[in-house]
């Protein structure tokens, strides 16, 4: 069976900073894109960031992209979102998910698997 499972998530004051995970199990996702997106309270989800295979190249939504930062891991099969001075508007519950696509993507549906989510509240 293969899950995602999201780590990292907590309370924070503006200004502060966290870093999420998420390790996959049950099959290796180390040459596909990887990706991150959130859920703010009452609204959609929407994407944030992806990675593409080995680190070669990561992509953001504008409102992060000078304050977050994805990486990966392949030998442990997990990827990072690094949250820094985050802002009352970046609440939201974090999702990771994985394509199988190797190329970028931010689209929901291109992704097929997804993790449980992990909850992000940051106070003003």
């Known amino acids: 069976q293969v899950r995602l499972v999201e780590s990292g998530g907590g309370l924070v004051q503006a200004w502060g900073s966290l870093r999420l995970s998420c390790t996959a199990y049950?099959?290796?996702?180390?040459?596909?894109?990887m990706g991150w997106f959130r859920q703010p309270p009452g609204s959609g989800r929407v994407f944030v960031a992806a990675?593409?295979?080995?680190?070669?190249?990561?992509y953001y939504e504008d409102s992060v992209k000078d304050r977050f930062s994805v990486s990966r891991d392949a030998a442990k099969n997990t990827v990072y979102l690094q949250l820094n001075n985050l802002k009352p508007e970046d609440t939201a519950v974090y999702y990771c998910a994985a394509t199988v696509a190797t190329t970028f993507r931010a689209r929901e549906g291109e992704y097929d698997c997804w993790g449980q989510g992990t909850q992000v509240v940051v106070s003003s």
């Open positions: 990675i593409r295979r080995r680190n070669v190249n990561a």
């Open positions: 049950g099959r290796n996702f180390s040459s596909n894109t």
